[in-house]
Structures are given as structure tokens and as C-alpha cells.
């Protein structure tokens, strides 16, 4: 998974303005435009999405980004509407849906009942299920593992630089205040005073990572053997013969979410795309390919044994699932106290 700063909600939707007419044009007859985050999650979705929707309906899938909230606004706003799906955060989906930014999903043709229900709204369907999990590098720490977010925060037993997301977005708060102990079930609202004081406690060894390419680097490398990773990026590490401890303990899991901005130009062909993007195969194929776990509850048993059991949704038991509409309704305000203490 690719992120970039989330320039569209924290300050940034003046230059969304400035860049909304790139690529316009984009979208054609007979074509749609999807638009992700890059990096190895899109070229997974092109493979199993894009190319057997277009070999089942003739419409070609034109791949676009990265995923850019001031530019989806600003497109919608003008009314030159570019993209016709785009793979957003959980938290901007359900914002987007409140400011009117996205079209109501047509469960005529997308099936809902195959859905798990935490991850489908009236405006947005699950594109893929993850969790953020403890990775470590065993050749750093031997036989001693880190098991909690309480490790990560022990720099006498565990000595280090850690890395951790970068962006203003759900995970690192939670990790801080369950490290610090708070209970799972008391983590909302966040207590922020908290949740810094802590992050205060190892902030001189934190390297921050930006994109899913970096944490694996840093892992890898042992210049942050210990930290918060998507899971799907310490799969692909596995799956390229790197050796990697993961702790599933209090993992904390969200979705990416597939939306159609509203004004869409091709928004039918659209609604077709979600249909088989989030079908059992689709799901199944794609969830094979990249770590995640799918979405569509049909889809395990379509995949080897082997792989589904090394996926989120087979490491329930002290799973903690992100509060998206809280993080909606606070983002702003977080990240403009995320980014002023970072730059402390």
C-alpha cells in the first residue's frame, strides 16, 4: 500500500483547485478512469480487477494517481470530474459522503449481502481489509520478540530506532494509548494529551515512514527493526525471502474503500467496476496477491488455505477495529496538532 500526504485535508485544498484539470480528458466512451494509491496495491488491482472487468464487459480501465482528496474535491466542484473510481481512506469516505462528494453506490448492481458489513456504506464499498500490526526484524532482537505496542515503547529491552506511519491518520494515537494501557474497548474519543505524552517518551527515536515501500526498508535494512506496518507490506517482504516477526496482538484494522466522485462521467460502467472489484473472485484473487484480506465474506474459500490463514481476518481474537467516523468528524483538528508536534 502507497500513501502521500493527505494535502487535501489539512491546508491543501487550494492547490487541489490549482492541479484539479490535470488529466482531465481522461475519462472516454467505453473507458473508465480508476484512480489509487500506485505502488504494488494498484498494480495488484489492475491484474485482478481491471483486466477481467475489461475482458468481460469491452471497457477499458485507464489506471490514474496517486489518490488526492483536494484534487477529487476540486474536480467535483468544477464539474470536470476526471476519475470514475477512486480507492480513499476509510475516515475521507464517510466525509465525502456527508459533503456530498461522492455518488450513492447502486446495490442493484453491486452486491451488498455478499459484503462485510463493517466495511459497506451507501456511498462507499470495501476495496480491501488490513491491519496495522507489530513488525520486528528477528535478526536484530534473536529469540527475544517483541509481542505488544507496550515493546515498541521499551527502548531498554527492545534498543532502537521504530518507525511508525508518518501521516495524520488512524493507528498511531490508538497505538500510543494502548501501549500506555489503555483498554481497547476505552480508546474513544482519544485522550490526545495522552496519546502525545507518550509518543514524547520515544520521540527522538522514531523514523517516520511515508510509504509502504519505506517501512519495508527500514525494516529490512535493521535502521528501525521494530514498529507499525501494514500487513500486507511484511507479506510481501516474506514473499521475496526477507525474514520478518510479526505480532498480531491488538491489531488494529480498517479498510480502503472504493468510491464514484459525484458527476462521475461514466458512472454506470462505473458501479459495474465496484460489482467486480468486490466480487468473491475479485476479492479472492486480489487478497491472494497482495496480504490484505478481502472484503466480500465469499471469498476465502475461493483462496489457498495456505494464504488466507496469514490474513487479518484469521487474527480476530484481539483485533481492534479503527473508529472511521470518529476520525471523519476530528481529522482535521488532529492533524493540525500531529504536524505542529512532529515539527517540535
Same mark, same amino acid.
Given at each position: 500500500?502507497?500513501?502521500?500526504?493527505?494535502? &487535501?485535508?489539512?491546508?491543501?485544498?487550494?492547490? &487541489?483547485?490549482?492541479?484539479?484539470?490535470?488529466?482531465?480528458?481522461?475519462?472516454?466512451?467505453?473507458?473508465?478512469?480508476? !484512480?489509487?494509491?500506485?505502488?504494488? @496495491?494498484? =498494480?495488484?488491482?489492475?491484474?485482478?480487477?481491471?483486466?477481467?472487468? @475489461?475482458?468481460?464487459?469491452?471497457?477499458?480501465?485507464? #489506471? =490514474? &494517481?496517486?489518490?488526492?482528496?483536494?484534487?477529487?474535491?476540486?474536480?467535483?466542484?468544477?464539474?470536470?470530474?476526471?476519475?470514475?473510481?477512486?480507492?480513499?481512506?476509510?475516515?475521507?469516505?464517510?466525509?465525502?459522503?456527508?459533503?456530498?462528494?461522492?455518488?450513492?453506490?447502486? *446495490?442493484?448492481?453491486?452486491?451488498?449481502?455478499?459484503?462485510?458489513?463493517?466495511?459497506?456504506?451507501?456511498?462507499?464499498?470495501?476495496? *480491501?481489509?488490513?491491519?496495522?500490526?507489530?513488525?520486528?526484524?528477528? @535478526?536484530?532482537?534473536?529469540?527475544? %520478540?517483541?509481542?505488544?505496542?507496550? =515493546?515498541?515503547?521499551? @527502548?531498554?529491552?527492545?534498543?532502537?530506532?521504530?518507525?511508525?506511519?508518518?501521516?495524520?491518520?488512524?493507528?498511531?494515537?490508538?497505538?500510543?494509548?494502548?501501549?500506555?494501557?489503555?483498554?481497547?474497548?476505552?480508546?474513544?474519543?482519544?485522550?490526545?494529551?495522552?496519546?502525545?505524552?507518550?509518543?514524547? !517518551?520515544?520521540?527522538? =527515536?522514531?523514523?517516520?515512514?511515508?510509504?509502504?515501500? #519505506?517501512?519495508?526498508?527500514?525494516?529490512?535494512?535493521?535502521?528501525?527493526?521494530?514498529? /507499525?506496518?501494514?500487513?500486507?507490506?511484511?507479506?510481501?517482504?516474506?514473499?521475496?525471502? !526477507?525474514?520478518?516477526?510479526?505480532?498480531?496482538?491488538?491489531?488494529?484494522?480498517?479498510?480502503?474503500?472504493?468510491?464514484?466522485?459525484?458527476?462521475?462521467?461514466?458512472?454506470? %460502467?462505473?458501479?459495474?467496476?465496484?460489482?467486480?472489484?468486490?466480487?468473491?473472485?475479485?476479492?479472492?484473487?486480489?487478497?491472494?496477491?497482495?496480504?490484505?484480506?478481502?472484503?466480500?465474506?465469499?471469498?476465502?474459500?475461493?483462496?489457498?488455505?495456505?494464504?488466507?490463514?496469514?490474513?487479518?481476518?484469521?487474527?480476530?481474537?484481539? /483485533?481492534?477495529?479503527?473508529?472511521?467516523?470518529?476520525?471523519?468528524?476530528?481529522?482535521?483538528?488532529?492533524?493540525?496538532?500531529?504536524?505542529?508536534? #512532529?515539527?517540535?
Amino acid at each position: 500500500m502507497f500513501r502521500k500526504s493527505k494535502i &487535501g485535508w489539512i491546508g491543501g485544498l487550494a492547490l &487541489g483547485a490549482l492541479v484539479a484539470g490535470a488529466g482531465l480528458g481522461l475519462a472516454q466512451s467505453g473507458s473508465i478512469v480508476f !484512480t489509487s494509491w500506485g505502488g504494488t @496495491t494498484q =498494480d495488484a488491482q489492475k491484474k485482478d480487477w481491471a483486466v477481467p472487468f @475489461t475482458k468481460k464487459t469491452g471497457i477499458a480501465v485507464k #489506471q =490514474d &494517481g496517486p489518490t488526492d482528496y483536494g484534487k477529487l474535491k476540486a474536480m467535483v466542484e468544477s464539474g470536470n470530474v476526471a476519475w470514475d473510481v477512486v480507492d480513499v481512506e476509510a475516515d475521507f469516505a464517510a466525509a465525502a459522503a456527508k459533503d456530498g462528494l461522492i455518488e450513492p453506490i447502486d *446495490f442493484n448492481i453491486v452486491k451488498r449481502a455478499d459484503l462485510d458489513p463493517r466495511f459497506v456504506t451507501d456511498h462507499a464499498v470495501g476495496s *480491501f481489509y488490513y491491519s496495522f500490526v507489530l513488525g520486528f526484524n528477528p @535478526t536484530t532482537f534473536g529469540e527475544k %520478540a517483541p509481542k505488544s505496542w507496550a =515493546d515498541v515503547f521499551d @527502548t531498554k529491552s527492545f534498543p532502537g530506532k521504530r518507525t511508525f506511519y508518518k501521516w495524520s491518520a488512524p493507528g498511531v494515537l490508538e497505538i500510543a494509548l494502548l501501549a500506555d494501557g489503555v483498554p481497547a474497548d476505552k480508546l474513544y474519543p482519544l485522550d490526545l494529551d495522552r496519546a502525545f505524552k507518550k509518543l514524547d !517518551t520515544i520521540k527522538a =527515536d522514531i523514523v517516520w515512514w511515508s510509504t509502504g515501500a #519505506q517501512s519495508q526498508q527500514l525494516l529490512a535494512s535493521g535502521e528501525a527493526p521494530i514498529g /507499525q506496518f501494514w500487513n500486507g507490506r511484511l507479506f510481501a517482504l516474506e514473499q521475496g525471502g !526477507t525474514k520478518v516477526g510479526i505480532s498480531w496482538e491488538q491489531n488494529l484494522t480498517a479498510a480502503d474503500m472504493l468510491v464514484v466522485p459525484k458527476g462521475a462521467k461514466n458512472k454506470d %460502467a462505473a458501479m459495474k467496476f465496484l460489482a467486480e472489484a468486490t466480487s468473491p473472485e475479485g476479492q479472492a484473487s486480489f487478497a491472494t496477491d497482495s496480504g490484505y484480506a478481502p472484503v466480500n465474506v465469499k471469498s476465502t474459500a475461493l483462496m489457498p488455505k495456505d494464504v488466507a490463514a496469514n490474513l487479518p481476518d484469521k487474527h480476530t481474537a484481539s /483485533q481492534i477495529n479503527l473508529d472511521m467516523a470518529y476520525w471523519a468528524a476530528h481529522r482535521d483538528e488532529i492533524g493540525k496538532r500531529w504536524y505542529a508536534w #512532529q515539527a517540535q
